[in-house]
């Protein structure tokens, strides 16, 4: 199941992988983890994205993306860190760029921005007070299709660094464990102007587990459109 806006055409694959395109070019977003894409062998991706090093999955990106795909990956990843079993960025056979906060660049005719991701103190942090997520350790991704813009935050509460942001399609991590609350992204996509919010990053695990009809109902309410879609369908 699709959605479109404009000229693009939006799925989400389970977790946080999603697929963009404008007929032309292919993006994905953090393809990979927790079997989503084990039936998948795509290899359209012109440019892959990657946020972090919790959605760092070579073996997805390898699905997705296009012999001659460029990979974009957070520059804070490092797979001899990452607590489970990887492969060095370096052993992708793709053009990588390595990404940092506050990186603009240009793919493909795509405008790409990196906008710092991180949990806040007050927002989702460990028993001990600590944020899953500190400053540093990830970005979200603002996308321009030639003047139509997506937003992916990445695994992030609602923080300072959107002030000014506006975006057409928000992509948004409803799941209240690791990223902003529902009530939050509510109130930032009415301020950044999203005119279609799609939630992702949701009912992989247990601890995603959310409410996709109740959040896009409070939504509606607000006078928001939201796009519930399927990665099964």
Not at 83 to 97: A, C, F, G, K, T
Not at 111 to 119: D, V
Request: aromatic share 10%.
């Amino acid at each position: 199941m699709s959605t479109t806006y404009g000229d693009l055409t939006i799925d989400w694959l389970g977790y946080a992988t999603s697929r963009i395109t404008d007929g032309e070019r292919v993006v994905y977003i953090d393809p990979g983890r927790y079997g989503v894409l084990d039936d998948s062998d795509a290899r359209d991706g012109d440019l892959v994205l990657v946020t972090h090093d919790d959605h760092y999955d070579p073996d997805g990106i390898e699905r997705v993306a296009a012999d001659d795909a460029v990979v974009g990956v957070f520059e804070g990843i490092r797979s001899e860190e990452i607590d489970r079993e990887s492969r060095p960025v370096s052993e992708l056979d793709y053009e990588i760029r390595r990404v940092g906060i506050g990186d603009t660049f240009e793919i493909d005719g795509i405008g790409i921005e990196a906008i710092s991701a991180y949990n806040t103190p007050d927002g989702h942090t460990r028993e001990d007070g600590t944020p899953y997520h500190p400053v540093g350790e990830g970005v979200g991704y603002r996308l321009d299709f030639d003047g139509t813009t997506v937003f992916y935050p990445g695994d992030s509460d609602v923080i300072p660094e959107y002030r000014g942001l506006t975006v057409d399609v928000f992509l948004a991590p409803i799941d209240d464990a690791f990223t902003m609350s529902p009530d939050a992204i509510v109130d930032l996509a009415e301020r950044i102007g999203a005119e279609l919010v799609v939630p992702v990053h949701y009912d992989t695990f247990e601890a995603l587990e959310a409410d996709a009809e109740a959040f896009a109902a409070d939504a509606r309410d607000r006078g928001l459109i939201v796009e519930i879609l399927s990665p099964e369908a």
